[in-house]
């Protein structure tokens, strides 16, 4: 994390806003002590995409496995 005065934060904000965008975060400190930081928003993404998908298991058989099962028997 990337440390910086208040005052160098304000008089050179387009500099500090490039590295947060770029995805690196900075801590601005006033007299020394941090008062805040500045953080990359996380894209949003679709909620099916936040997760990994798990395959859906019923009785201990994949349903993937059921599916080609009663495919095969309609044939």
């Not at 006033?30 to 997760?51: E, H, Q, T, Y």
């Not at 998908?53 to 095969?72: K, Y």
Request: glycine content about 6%; overall charge positive.
């Amino acid at each position: 994390m990337k440390q910086a005065t208040f005052t160098d934060v304000r008089n050179n904000a387009k500099q500090y806003f490039d590295i947060v965008e770029a995805g690196e975060s900075v801590r601005v400190l006033r007299n020394g002590k941090p008062i805040a930081d500045i953080v990359p928003i996380m894209a949003d993404l679709p909620s099916w995409k936040r997760r990994k998908a798990q395959p859906l298991v019923l009785s201990g058989v994949a349903v993937s496995t059921m599916i080609m099962d009663a495919r095969n028997e309609g044939m």
